[in-house]
């Protein structure tokens, strides 16, 4: 079982950029596609960003795509999201995931995730 911990959000100004990191525990986690997902409340987990096993495959919602870069580096176990472009509708609480899947870009087996963090974007 892979255990993530996610870092890296906080307050910042809209136009403002942040990067969380997701660390995973174990050895698998470069088998594993890895994504991101946010959630604000009332609404369902939203998955925004998405990479497989390598790297080479990422896909994104429309609502991220040009601001948001999601990329890994499996050599240290960690996955990253890079935000850009912040806006205050952006503020929600970011989840990494994994799935078991290397191919699974749509999570749709994501089976671990992290405790999640906070991002706020006020204008």
């Known amino acids: 079982q892979v255990q993530l911990v996610e870092s890296g959000g906080g307050l910042v100004q809209a136009g403002g950029s942040l990067r969380l990191s997701c660390a995973a525990s174990?050895?698998?986690?470069?088998?594993?596609?890895m994504g991101w997902f946010r959630q604000t409340p009332g609404k369902e987990r939203e998955l925004i960003a998405a990479i497989n096993y390598s790297g080479g495959t990422r896909n994104y919602a429309d609502s991220v795509k040009g601001r948001f870069t999601i990329s890994r580096d499996n050599a240290k176990n960690t996955g990253y999201l890079q935000m850009n472009s912040l806006k205050p509708d952006d503020t929600a609480v970011y989840y990494c995931?994994?799935?078991?899947?290397?191919?699974?870009?749509?999570?749709?087996?994501?089976?671990?995730w992290g405790q999640g963090t906070q991002v706020t974007v006020f204008a």
């Open positions: 174990g050895d698998t986690f470069s088998t594993y596609a």
């Open positions: 995931a994994t799935s078991p899947s290397g191919w699974d870009t749509r999570l749709n087996l994501a089976n671990n």
